[in-house]
C-alpha cells in the first residue's frame, strides 16, 4: 500500500483546510487509517482514526469537535477536514493505515503499518 497525502497549506487561525489521503492498490477498505502530525522540534502524535468502513471515528482532545476523519473506499482515500484551526495545529500531517482495527491501533504509532510522506499545515495568528 501506497499513500500520498496533499491539501495541506497555509491558512489563519480560525480557517479550514481539508486533508486527503490517495492510496494505491485494490485492498483499500482492509486497512483502517490514522492521521498523526508533528510540529518541529516535538514528536510525532495522533489526531485521528478511522475504521474500515468509516462507522467508527477516535479523536485525540486537542482536536475533537474541530476536525473530522472520513473515507472513500470507491475513490480509496481518506479525508481530514480541519476547522477552526489555531496556530497549535502548526505541523506535518502524515497518513497511516493499519491491518489492525481503528480502536486497536489508535494512536499507537508502532501498529500503522504504512504511512504516507506527509503534507505541511501552517496556521498563522
Known amino acids: 500500500v501506497q499513500l500520498q497525502a496533499s491539501g495541506g497549506g497555509l491558512v489563519q487561525a480560525g480557517g479550514s483546510l481539508r486533508l486527503s489521503c490517495a492510496a494505491s492498490?485494490?485492498?483499500?477498505?482492509?486497512?483502517?487509517k490514522g492521521w498523526f502530525r508533528q510540529a518541529p522540534g516535538t514528536e510525532r502524535e495522533f489526531v485521528a482514526a478511522?475504521?474500515?468502513?468509516?462507522?467508527?471515528?477516535y479523536y485525540a482532545d486537542s482536536v475533537k469537535g474541530r476536525f473530522t476523519i472520513s473515507r472513500d473506499n470507491a475513490a480509496n482515500t481518506v479525508y481530514l477536514q480541519m476547522n477552526s484551526l489555531k496556530p497549535e495545529d502548526t505541523a506535518v500531517y502524515y497518513c497511516?493505515?493499519?491491518?489492525?482495527?481503528?480502536?486497536?491501533?489508535?494512536?499507537?504509532?508502532?501498529?500503522?503499518?504504512?504511512w504516507g510522506q506527509g503534507t505541511q499545515v501552517t496556521v498563522s495568528s
Open positions: 492498490g485494490r485492498t483499500f477498505s482492509s486497512y483502517a
Open positions: 478511522i475504521s474500515r468502513g468509516g462507522i467508527l471515528t
Open positions: 497511516a493505515a493499519t491491518t489492525l482495527a481503528a480502536a486497536q491501533a489508535m494512536g499507537v504509532m508502532r501498529r500503522y503499518d504504512y
